[in-house]
Every structure is written in structure tokens, then in C-alpha cells.
């Protein structure tokens, strides 16, 4: 494998990551899954052959990691985010000064492409840190490789997602459904359809420098989701307006969480529309057809229908 290519993946065992791994092994590529858990990405190794899937410990906010994960790389691949700060400046260091990082030593190593994965609502002047931090990160990815690909998802679903899969399990447990921001419009896009926006953008030379935003075919308020949710499981329960004062009490109080549910950074977020803006490149323009969550998440939804672990043969 000496004269294969190799694209270094940060964040590559996560939920996106996985996929993109498994894409770039299948064409050959050399692929070193950067992250602080080696273990996680071992499990990976099986996506290809023999010494093909390389685990290799990293983090954004370690210069000398970053730098030998990125050596030789002919591509490199950003995906690290981080939807709440587990210590105060947490998104400034990995989705602002991380990203940056990434971007300027992934230059210096002469790597050919870089992609950089942020998120639809990136904004400098937005109120949201997670917003702010995504938008500064990709100033700082421009300004160090100019060439880079910039792609912006909406909520990425797929069989292990945090968003169908999160409803569904509280359309199981509660008696009702809370609403909370339902008015808010959502674009959801297939995680193998970010992945192959990835791998269209480390192959294609018209992507380069470019910023695509991704969603899928079908735009979705909360509530429709919600909707959705429950139509899929088989649940019929009442969808209950959740009062303001009363949800940012809980997004408060979650904080003291160590996963919270919610928190007051993403209820901010919650009060803003995440679909692809009007005239943007998106799939499309990589040549790829979003697929619907209608085609796709009724069968992993389908584990929360009542009794629906027994007929899977999942239940002890």
C-alpha cells in the first residue's frame, strides 16, 4: 500500500466520520481516523484492508498532534464540533482555533485538499457561541488554505443519529410530547449523503474554495418533526407547547448535566430556521441526490414502536 493516497479524517469514528472513513477505504485511500479515542477508531479497521484504517491519536487543540497526524496527507478532512462546552471556551478552542489549526498545518504539510465541515447558521454576529465559533473557524480554515472546501449541513440523520432516534425515545417514554420552538424550520440531510458531499468535494476540482450547504429534500418545522416521530414509532401523543420561561429554566439547569438535553446556547439556536439558504450550491451542485427521511428513518425508528425490540429479536 505504499503508493496509495492518504487523507487524514479528525473526528473520523464519530457519527459522520464513520461513514466517510468507510467511502474513502473503499477507494483506496490510506486513512488515519484522528481523535483523542484510538479505541473507538480501532473498531474502524474493519472498514478496510489490512494496515488500510489507521487509527492515530490527535487533538484540534494540540499543534504537535495535529501536525503528525496531517504529515503526508494528500487530503485532510475536518469534522470535529461540539454541540455544548464541557469547560467555558470550549467552542473557541475546537471549532474556532481548532479548525484554524487543522487548516494551517494541514497547508504546511502540502496536503492537496482540505474539507472542513461546520454547520448551516454559522454566524459571526450571532448571539449563539456554537454559531459564532463555527462561523470564525471558517474564516480562519479561508484564510490559511484558501483552497478549502466549506460544507454546511443542516441536523444530519441516519440510524445512529441524536435527532429522529432522540424523539423516538422520548415518544416511548413520556404520556405527551413537548414542543419546544415548533415553528422552527429544519432541512435534514442523510449523514451517506454528507459523506459523499465530502468525498465529491476531495475529488472534484470545481469544488475547491467553494461553500456548499447541505439539506435534504424535505424542509420540517419541530412540530412536523415531532409529527413525523410519531407516525413512525406507532405513538399517538398529545404535542404540548412547552412555555418559554419554563424552557429556559431546564435549558439552565441541564447545563449542570454532564450531557445536558438541552442548554441556553442551543435554545438560541432553536429560535432560528436551519435550512440551506436561498441560491446556495448544495448537493445538487456535487452531483449528489439528497435522499428523504421518509425513505430512510421509518426503519430505525421502528425499534420504538411499542413491542417493536421483540419483534426485532432484540429484547432479552
Given at each position: ?20 472513513v ?44 495535529v501536525a ?13 464540533g ?50 459564532r ?13 484558501p ?9 444530519v ?23 419546544v ?10 449523514v ?14 470545481d ?24 407516525e ?6 398529545p ?15 441541564g ?10 446556547d ?11 439558504s ?5 448537493l ?27 419483534r426485532?429479536g432484540?429484547?432479552a
Amino acid at each position: 500500500m505504499a503508493d496509495r493516497r492518504v487523507a487524514t479524517v479528525f473526528g473520523g469514528a464519530g457519527f459522520i466520520g464513520r461513514h466517510v472513513v468507510q467511502r474513502l477505504a473503499k477507494q483506496g485511500w490510506i486513512v488515519r481516523v484522528a481523535g483523542r479515542d484510538t479505541e473507538k477508531a480501532g473498531r474502524l479497521r474493519t472498514l478496510g484492508a489490512v494496515a488500510q484504517v489507521v487509527p492515530v491519536a490527535a487533538s484540534v487543540t494540540d499543534e504537535a498532534s495535529v501536525a503528525r497526524a496531517v504529515a503526508g496527507a494528500e487530503a485532510v478532512v475536518n469534522l470535529v464540533g461540539i454541540l455544548f462546552e464541557r469547560k467555558p471556551g470550549d467552542f473557541t478552542r475546537i471549532q474556532a482555533e481548532g479548525a484554524g489549526r487543522v487548516a494551517r498545518l494541514a497547508a504546511a504539510a502540502g496536503a492537496r485538499r482540505l474539507v472542513h465541515v461546520s454547520a448551516i447558521g454559522a454566524d459571526a454576529g450571532s448571539p449563539s457561541a456554537y454559531a459564532r465559533t463555527k462561523a470564525e473557524g471558517e474564516a480562519a480554515v479561508r484564510e490559511a488554505f484558501p483552497a478549502a472546501t466549506i460544507l454546511r449541513p443542516s441536523v444530519v440523520f441516519g440510524p445512529e443519529d441524536q435527532f429522529f432516534n432522540r424523539f423516538g425515545a422520548l415518544a416511548a417514554m413520556l404520556p405527551v410530547m413537548p414542543v419546544v420552538c415548533g415553528a422552527t424550520r429544519f432541512q435534514p440531510v442523510y449523514v451517506g449523503d454528507v459523506a459523499d458531499a465530502v468525498m465529491a468535494a476531495i475529488e472534484r476540482e470545481d469544488a475547491q474554495g467553494r461553500t456548499y450547504e447541505l439539506g435534504g429534500p424535505r424542509v420540517m418545522t419541530m412540530r412536523e418533526v415531532l409529527e413525523f416521530v410519531l407516525e413512525h414509532t406507532g405513538r399517538r401523543r398529545p404535542l404540548v407547547p412547552m412555555p418559554d420561561g419554563l424552557v429556559r429554566l431546564q435549558a439552565r439547569l441541564g447545563e449542570m448535566l454532564p450531557s445536558p438535553p438541552l442548554t441556553r446556547d442551543q435554545l438560541i439556536l432553536l429560535g432560528k430556521d436551519n435550512v440551506v439558504s436561498e441560491g446556495a450550491a448544495g448537493l445538487a451542485a456535487l452531483g449528489i441526490r439528497a435522499k428523504a427521511a421518509e425513505a430512510i428513518a421509518p426503519a430505525y425508528l421502528a425499534r420504538f414502536r411499542p413491542g417493536g425490540l421483540r419483534r426485532e429479536g432484540l429484547a432479552a
